[in-house]
């Protein structure tokens, strides 16, 4: 199993572009999440999705933020315009969603944006 | 709101001794408590993941215990290595709209010096 990978792994961009940050969960999860990391605040949960369905999208920071997952295997995370303040590294992670709820959460390597 | 904690920030040990590393959190209603590892530059690695009925939980060199009534959680760490070298991350889970949502701590950057 390859894992959760995303892509790219660094992006930098100017004040003001569009970014766009991808995802593949691990084939059979049915749960999806982004998160956020700084070495202020720690790592934030931005959205999740379930079954492709996003469930809360209320760590979004701003309607600047917005995330799709068009099928079981792909979700993309972005944000227009970006901000300087948006620097920060931002994970994927999926699990298999059990009625137990005891499912491990699995990472990716994150992407580390950088905002000039 | 969930509040978890982890004290110390940092924390260093000479090679081969044995460490607990601590964990707190403020709302005792939780599912389960997971323990990660996240290496430089890298995603978070799920160590162990305690069920709220648990009380510990053992892989290798890693033991992690779990008193809910009280809120914490150790990960005790034997016979040390410079690769456990890294910063390690405590999580729970609750009760909360849809059962997915994580609450982490901080996490405490642990070095083992050789």
């Known amino acids: 199993d390859a894992g959760v990978i995303q892509s790219p792994r660094h992006e930098v961009t100017e004040m003001g572009q569009e970014v766009t940050l991808r995802c593949k969960p691990i084939s059979g999860h049915n749960s999806l999440f982004w998160y956020r990391q700084t070495m202020m605040r720690g790592l934030e949960l931005l959205i999740y999705f379930n079954n492709n369905v996003p469930i809360d999208d209320s760590g979004m920071p701003e309607d600047r933020f917005s995330a799709k997952m068009p099928n079981a295997s792909f979700s993309t995370l972005k944000i227009q315009p970006s901000e300087p303040r948006d620097s920060a590294v931002y994970f994927c992670a999926s699990s298999l969603r059990q009625s137990s709820y005891n499912s491990p959460l699995h990472f990716g390597n994150g992407t580390r944006l950088t905002v000039t | 709101k969930q509040e978890v904690t982890q004290i110390p920030a940092a924390l260093s040990v000479p090679e081969g001794e044995n460490l607990v590393l601590n964990c707190s959190f403020t709302d005792s209603a939780i599912y389960n408590l997971q323990w990660f590892r996240q290496d430089p530059g890298k995603g978070l690695t799920s160590l162990l993941l305690i069920q709220s009925s648990q009380r510990e939980q053992t892989s290798g060199r890693l033991n992690a215990s779990l008193d809910k009534s009280s809120g914490r959680s150790t990960l005790y760490i034997a016979a040390s290595q410079p690769g456990d070298s890294a910063t390690y991350l405590c999580?729970?889970?609750?009760?909360?709209?849809?059962?997915?949502?994580?609450?982490f701590g901080t996490g405490t950057r642990l070095t083992i010096i050789p």
């Open positions: 999580a729970v889970r609750n009760p909360d709209f849809g059962n997915e949502k994580l609450t």
